[in-house]
């Protein structure tokens, strides 16, 4: 298994960015899909984003489909979660996740074998 550090939460206002990022040990960190997810107060771990091994495919969550790009740097051992155009609703917790597999499309919690400890965005109104 990989472990999953996420940074890069924070508060910010209805209408900016921010760029989470997640840091991954060991060597088999190109051998992972890799994605995220958030979860709000109250309401379920919802996917938003996966990338496959080699960066050849992505998938994204209708919810952040133009607003939010996903990347990864195998040589960093790194995932990135670039947001824009943030919403009040986009308050949640968030995940980094490692897959089962190497490929991108949109997983469910059975998908996943690695979870970072998350990291908190807020956006303000």
């Known amino acids: 298994q990989v472990q999953l550090v996420e940074s890069g939460g924070g508060l910010v206002q209805a209408g900016g960015s921010l760029r989470l990022s997640c840091a991954a040990s060991?060597?088999?960190?190109?051998?992972?899909?890799m994605g995220w997810f958030r979860q709000a107060p109250g309401k379920e771990r919802e996917f938003l984003a996966s990338?496959?091994?080699?960066?050849?495919?992505?998938y994204y969550a209708d919810s952040v489909k133009g607003r939010f790009l996903i990347s990864r740097d195998n040589a960093k051992n790194t995932v990135y979660l670039q947001m824009n155009s943030l919403k009040p609703e986009d308050t949640a917790v968030y995940y980094c996740?490692?897959?089962?597999?190497?490929?991108?499309?949109?997983?469910?919690?059975?998908?996943?074998?690695?979870w970072g400890q998350g990291t908190q965005v807020t956006v303000s109104s």
């Open positions: 990338i496959s091994r080699y960066s050849g495919t992505t």
């Open positions: 996740a490692a897959g089962t597999s190497g490929l991108a499309y949109h997983w469910n919690l059975s998908n996943i074998g690695s």
């Open positions: 060991g060597r088999t960190f190109s051998s992972y899909g």
